[in-house]
Structure formats: structure tokens, C-alpha cells
């Protein structure tokens, strides 16, 4: 049985305008953020919450920003 989700990635085009968002207007807090390869690993803490969201997009995935995502609560 599956008990939690540790986290989701949420394709993003800018990581500095997507970080400002889900901080300022949402209230997540930064977990970490370091670099890796072209871009960053940002993952966020959605307060009160397990489940941690990131913001990046693998390379060649480029088309999935903007795109409906299938997790649900």
C-alpha cells in the first residue's frame, strides 16, 4: 500500500520566477536548492504536508511545461 508521495516534480520554464510563486503567493518553503546540470533541484515543502514539490524539468521535456499534471490527491 502506498502511504505517501515523497515528492512531485512540476515542469517549470523559469526556476527563479516559479520559486518567487510557490514561496511568496503559496507559502512553500525551500528544502533545497543546488545546481544540477543546466538548471537547478529546487524542492519546496508544502506546509503541513509530507509531500515536497519540484521545480524542474528533465532535459528533452521541455513540451511538458504548462501541461496538465495527473496527481491527485
Given at each position: 500500500m502506498i502511504r505517501r508521495i515523497k515528492f512531485t516534480s512540476i515542469p517549470v520554464q523559469d526556476q527563479d520566477a516559479?520559486?518567487?510563486?510557490?514561496?511568496?503567493?503559496?507559502?512553500?518553503?525551500?528544502?533545497?536548492?543546488?545546481?544540477?546540470?543546466?538548471?537547478?533541484?529546487?524542492e519546496l515543502r508544502i506546509p503541513?504536508?509530507?509531500?515536497?514539490?519540484?521545480?524542474?524539468t528533465p532535459p528533452g521535456q521541455e513540451d511538458r511545461v504548462g501541461t496538465p499534471s495527473n496527481v491527485r490527491k
Open positions: 516559479a520559486l518567487d510563486f510557490y514561496t511568496s503567493k503559496l507559502g512553500f518553503r525551500v528544502v533545497t536548492d543546488q545546481p544540477l546540470g543546466e538548471q537547478r533541484w529546487i503541513g504536508a509530507d509531500t515536497r514539490v519540484v521545480l524542474y
